[in-house]
């Protein structure tokens, strides 16, 4: 009896055993499979960043649950161009299985750095017009996502509606960004159809950008600022100058009607991000980037018309009722009102 219990003892001890080596096995094949995809964006301010956040729920929605699935590596390049090739050269270097480039610059800097890694595009106005693509229905490469083509034309069709006098729109955005250039080029053709005059400033990084907006005063009745990432990293500088000499601000980022701008007509940036997730998981399951057209957010629910209220108060204006009514949402008394919820 006592020989069978402990036969009986050492097949238990075995059988633990042999659990606990199939439980680690299946632990590091788990953790072998786990997909290692590089974030970068060009700097952090709130369109940019809600793009990324926008990403990975579209990755957790589509089943990549964030530590279990993927696990992702978050780099700021600071605004600089330099720092984002070395960034792209440390996702290539850790051997990411994918790479997801937020704005113009870093979507060129991965262009550069691979061809063969699958790039997922969160934010370029014209990837075209950024010489990173062939076209919008076959990139020709290893890219794919996602247009934050602004509405330009419904945003600066705006300005006769809040301001009917107005007469020359001042616009400040770095030169060296093709994304800004596409928008501000297309700006003045609409600026001249509606009778307004564009005046242009440019900044090649953030501390330019006091001084650039300071000499618009007293030449422009208004700021329209398109989603040019260095006006934007400094958009507290514009708001400064727009408070103190009471001169209102459109954006092309509705995110910046909350930083202190007027009015916006533009894109849902979490949006944006998370149908770059959609782009990311088709290529995850198998299809090429360049068998992935790059797409545009152009249905209505995409898009979002935004009034600040106290923002008119500070600079003694007096909005049309008839805007705040067509408003999806006004920002009042320090609060965000959405009138879809």
């Known amino acids: 009896m006592k020989k069978n219990k402990k036969f009986r003892s050492i097949r238990i001890f075995l059988c633990i055993t042999l659990i606990f080596v199939l439980l680690l096995s299946l632990s590091n094949s788990i953790s072998a499979e786990q997909l290692k995809i590089g974030i970068s964006q060009i700097v952090r301010h709130p369109a940019l960043d809600a793009c990324r956040e926008g ?13 279990t699935d993927v696990v992702y590596d978050f ?9 984002a090739i070395a960034i792209m050269q440390k996702f290539k270097d850790d051997k990411v299985d994918m790479i997801v480039a937020i704005s113009t610059p870093i979507v060129q ?13 969160g934010a370029i106005t014209d990837p075209v017009a950024a010489n990173v693509v062939k076209s919008w229905e076959s990139s020709g490469n290893n890219l794919t996502g996602m247009s ?6 419904t945003q600066l ?9 107005a007469k020359r729109v001042g616009t400040i955005y770095n030169a060296g960004e093709a994304n800004s250039v596409v928008q501000v080029e297309l700006s003045q053709e609409i600026c001249q159809e509606l009778g307004l005059e564009l005046v242009e400033v440019t900044a090649s990084n953030s501390a330019e950008v006091l001084m650039a907006v300071q000499s618009l005063v007293g030449r422009v009745d208004l700021f329209y600022i398109v989603t040019d990432n260095v006006a934007v990293s400094a958009f507290s500088s514009i708001v400064k100058v727009s408070l103190e000499e009471k001169i ?36 995850l399951q198998g299809k090429l980037p360049t068998e992935v057209p790059i797409g545009k957010l152009e249905n209505p629910e995409d898009l979002t018309f935004i009034v600040n209220i ?25 609060f965000v009102w959405d009138r879809s919820e």
């Open 55 to 67: 990403f990975i729920s579209g990755m957790e929605k589509a089943g990549y649950a964030e530590g």
């Open 75 to 83: 780099q700021d390049a600071q605004g600089e161009f330099s720092n």
């Open 109 to 121: 800097a991965a262009a550069q750095v691979t061809s063969e890694i699958p790039v997922i595009i």
């Open 148 to 153: 934050d083509a602004a509405p330009n034309r």
């Open 157 to 165: 069709e705006l300005i006769p509606r809040f301001f009917p006098k």
């Open 248 to 283: 209102p601000i459109i954006v092309a980022d509705p995110t910046m009607v909350l930083e202190g701008a007027l009015a916006s007509f533009g894109i849902d940036y979490f949006s944006l991000g998370e149908k770059s997730a959609e782009k990311a998981v088709q290529v």
């Open 310 to 334: 106290d923002n008119a108060r500070q600079l003694n204006l007096d909005i049309p009722k008839e805007l705040i009514d067509e408003a999806d949402s006004i920002v009042f008394s320090g």
